[in-house]
T-cell receptor, first 112, second 112 residues
Framework: GENVEQHPSTLSVQEGDSAVIKCTYSDSASNYFPWYKQELGKGPQLIIDIRSNVGEKKDQRIAVTLNKTAKHFSLHITETQPEDSAVYFCAAMASRGNQFYFGTGTSLTVIP | KAGVTQTPRYLIKTRGQQVTLSCSPISGHRSVSWYQQTPGQGLQFLFEYFSETQRNKGNFPGRFSGRQFSNSRSEMNVSTLELGDSALYLC???????????FGPGTRLLVL
């Protein structure tokens, strides 16, 4: 099955700086890559996603890049704010199934 | 549109008991997936239901079971609870198979 690795496990940045979280996957058939943000006591919330026919996608301060050849994708958050502090999960899904494989999560802390 | 709802939000049980958790998907969504989230194992896929049929199953023992009703609402049941079953159980719904998943707030189960 698919194996998704996520780095770093913890990340601290100063408010206003950028944050980058990276994920790699093993199954070349994976073609859909969502990112979720999970705040304390809540379920994961979809923040951005990308499909394999696209190399980059942006939504205001958030962007995701995908390199299918290298099998890695990254989340970029610019101009970070304290409310960006949360745990972020990447995931991958192959076209043959509806099972998402999740990374182990990155705990992001934005220091005011 | 209302999001995914899960009941109950918190539950305390003792070893050997059984428990049933409920999930109501977003209106119009026909696929429901269940996940177990623990600090040590992260997000692990339990099973997915689509049109009342189980489409996928993760690597969990037979004590974990589920079902989906004609209105797409889903329940999962855990029999003969063990201490290790303590976790946050998340439900995610999607329009159809292989579509973007949206998570509910989860049910936090504590087994004593």
């Amino acid at each position: 099955g698919e194996n998704v690795e996520q780095h770093p496990s913890t990340l601290s940045v100063q408010e206003g700086d950028s944050a980058v979280i990276k994920c790699t996957y093993s199954d070349s058939a994976s073609n859909y890559f969502p990112w979720y943000k999970q705040e304390l006591g809540k379920g994961p919330q979809l923040i951005i996603d990308i499909r394999s026919n696209v190399g980059e996608k942006k939504d205001q301060r958030i962007a995701v890049t995908l390199n299918k050849t290298a099998k890695h994708f990254s989340l970029h958050i610019t101009e970070t704010q304290p409310e960006d502090s949360a745990v972020y999960f990447c995931a991958a899904m192959a076209s043959r199934g509806n099972q998402f494989y999740f990374g182990t999560g990155t705990s992001l802390t934005v220091i005011p | 549109k209302a999001g995914v709802t899960q009941t109950p939000r918190y539950l305390i049980k003792t070893r050997g008991q059984q428990v049933t958790l409920s999930c109501s998907p977003i209106s119009g969504h026909r696929s429901v997936s269940w996940y177990q989230q623990t600090p040590g194992q992260g997000l692990q896929f339990l099973f997915e239901y689509f049109s009342e049929t189980q489409r996928n199953k993760g690597n969990f023992p037979g004590r974990f079971s589920g079902r989906q009703f004609s209105n797409s609402r889903s329940e999962m049941n855990v029999s003969t609870l063990e201490l290790g079953d303590s976790a946050l159980y998340l439900c995610a719904s999607s329009l159809a198979h292989q579509e973007t998943q949206y998570f509910g707030p989860g049910t936090r189960l504590l087994v004593l």
